[in-house]
């Protein structure tokens, strides 16, 4: 028999915000490439995750959440989406089986289908809702695509991806490998520590201040003679009150996001990390065109 040829290319991963691109990234990686939060508009930046299977390999671009921009920020985030939607071999797009099909799915498909590319179509957060629900939910979504194939998964889980893969492998064309053996991501260390410092902010803020985080990681030295990475980096946010609840109490929030940030960068660098964690106000930097390109 003859041998099969060589299949690769990239996915982009597209849904509304919060509706678990990242987690089913993260999932399909096996890593943490990544970050994840219970807020909308977590992911800013493209972000690729390598997935490596026999014969293929499959890149999945991570995405922003799908939404009506409103500043610089968003028309940044939502400019990656269109870009990456014109370039990829194939589509994953994302539902959320625990809310309505609403207007925004409707305008994610209606994009896709306009980009002519190959598709697979999910249903993700399956086990958050009764099998009754499931159902109905995707009988609606297979309405909306036509009739065709809507995968129900758990990304949290990690339930139900094993089709999901199946599928994307079958949508590549034939192409080298793109990233290297044993590469997961194509971010730079800079930005993955920045996204993982980030990620604990999110978890410690509410309501608007986690979309006025941003994180500068302005160095990082690791050092020769021993096992030691060193790093400083600042939370950027908006307003002085803003600046105060990441501060929090005679210091005790940013040193708790720098603690839980630091061992999980110590998990990445497989070495031990000091962290130097400031906070810093830049009035309106959502809304600065410059400072937003050059953050993602
Ligand atoms: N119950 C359940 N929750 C999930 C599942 N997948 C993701 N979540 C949760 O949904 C929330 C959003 O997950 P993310 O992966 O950050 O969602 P996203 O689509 O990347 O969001 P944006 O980057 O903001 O567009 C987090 O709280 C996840 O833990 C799932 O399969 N089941
Ligand atoms: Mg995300």
């Known amino acids: 028999m003859a041998e099969q040829p060589f ?14 691109k990242s987690t089913l990234v993260n999932a399909l990686v096996g890593r943490k490439v990544s970050i994840v939060s219970d807020h909308p508009q ?27 921009p409103f500043d610089s920020l968003t028309r940044r985030m ?21 809310e ?14 306009g980009a002519g590319r190959p598709a697979v179509y999910l249903l993700n957060k399956r086990d958050a809702v009764d099998a009754g629900r499931l159902e109905q939910r995707a009988a609606e979504a297979r309405d909306l695509v036509g009739g065709a194939e809507v995968l129900a ?3 949290l889980r990690g339930e139900g991806l094993e089709p999901v893969v199946g599928r994307l492998a079958a949508a590549m064309p034939e192409g080298p490998a793109y990233f290297p053996d044993g590469d997961i991501s194509d971010q730079p260390l800079e930005l993955l520590v920045a996204e993982l410092i980030r990620e604990q902010a999110l978890r410690r803020t509410r309501d608007e ?6 994180v500068e990681v302005t160095g990082i030295v690791e050092r020769e003679d021993r096992p030691l990475v060193e790093i400083e980096a600042l939370l950027i946010v908006e307003t002085e009150s803003q600046k105060a609840i990441l501060v929090g109490k005679g210091g005790r929030t940013v040193k708790a996001i720098g603690s839980a940030a630091r061992r999980e960068i110590e998990a990445v660098f497989g070495a031990q990390v000091f962290l130097d964690l400031r906070v810093k106000v830049r009035r309106r930097w959502r809304r600065d065109e410059r400072y937003v390109e050059r953050l993602l």
């Open 7 to 20: 299949r690769s290319g990239f996915v982009a991963v597209l849904g509304r915000p919060n509706v678990g």
């Open 153 to 155: 998964v758990s990304a």
């Open 78 to 98: 939502q400019r990656a989406v269109d870009e990456a939607l014109a370039e990829v071999d194939a589509a994953l797009v994302v539902l959320n089986a625990a």
């Open 209 to 214: 201040v986690p979309h006025a985080v941003a």
């Open 100 to 113: 309505p099909i609403g207007a925004g799915d409707r305008f994610i498909l209606r994009a896709v289908a």
């Open 42 to 68: 977590t992911t800013r930046r493209r972000i690729g995750g390598v997935l490596r299977l026999p014969g293929h390999q499959v890149v999945l671009l991570d995405l922003p959440g799908f939404q009506k």
